[in-house]
């Protein structure tokens, strides 16, 4: 699927979920965060939990926690 078709289909309003994810501290939110990435192929699976792909500053991935929140679009074909 080519970026131009991502784009056309994030036009279809009823195809667009928005959720958020919310846990007390080491309750998983990054690790659920990384593996709903990588079932989308952002990522390797091997790497989702250990990725931290949402968390955006050095920080956070030094000390393991996302402090900041952090969007992102995924398409999820079934």
């Known amino acids: 699927m080519q970026i131009e078709d991502v784009k056309k ?10 959720i958020s994810v919310i846990a007390h501290v080491d309750h998983g939110k990054t690790t659920l965060s990384d593996c709903l ?10 790497k989702a ?8 500053d050095s920080e956070g991935k030094n000390r393991g926690i996302t402090i900041k929140s952090t969007g992102i679009s995924l398409l999820h074909e079934q």
């Open 9 to 18: 289909l994030m036009q279809v309003t009823e195809l667009i979920r928005n």
């Open 37 to 46: 990435i990588a079932n989308s192929g952002l990522i390797d699976q091997s």
């Open 49 to 56: 939990g250990n990725e931290q792909y949402m968390t955006t």
